[in-house]
């Protein structure tokens, strides 16, 4: 079992940063593929960013590609989204997921393990 907690959610203006960042218990993180994705009010989730578990590999939504950054830190069992040039747009419930078996997907149901989400908005 993983549990999945996700902080750095608030509020800023558009045109700011904020970093995500999601700590995971077990001594297996190592191994799984991570996700970041997003539900804006009244909107499905959606895929935001993924890396595989050794960080060699990450894919991002055409939305969020050059302004989010993707990366971890394994020896800490921690992931992180770091997002800049926010706009509107980006406003959501961000969640991060753990794909214990892949090498990171832009699929939801590839996830096994998720978090319980944190707000971002961004204030025009």
């Known amino acids: 079992q993983v549990q999945l907690v996700e902080s750095g959610g608030g509020l800023v203006q558009a045109g700011g940063s904020l970093r995500l960042s999601c700590a995971a218990s077990?001594?297996?993180?190592?191994?799984?593929?991570m996700g970041w994705f997003r539900q804006a009010p009244g909107k499905e989730r959606e895929f935001v960013a993924s890396i595989s578990w050794s960080g060699g590999s990450t894919d991002y939504a055409d939305s969020v590609k050059g302004r989010f950054t993707i990366s971890r830190e394994n020896a800490k069992s921690t992931v992180y989204l770091q997002m800049n040039s926010l706009t509107p747009e980006d406003t959501a419930v961000y969640y991060c997921?753990?794909?214990?078996w892949g090498s990171g997907s832009r699929i939801l149901n590839k996830y096994d393990y998720w978090g319980q989400g944190i707000q971002v908005t961004v204030s025009s």
């Open positions: 077990g001594r297996t993180f190592r191994n799984y593929a």
């Open positions: 997921a753990a794909d214990p």
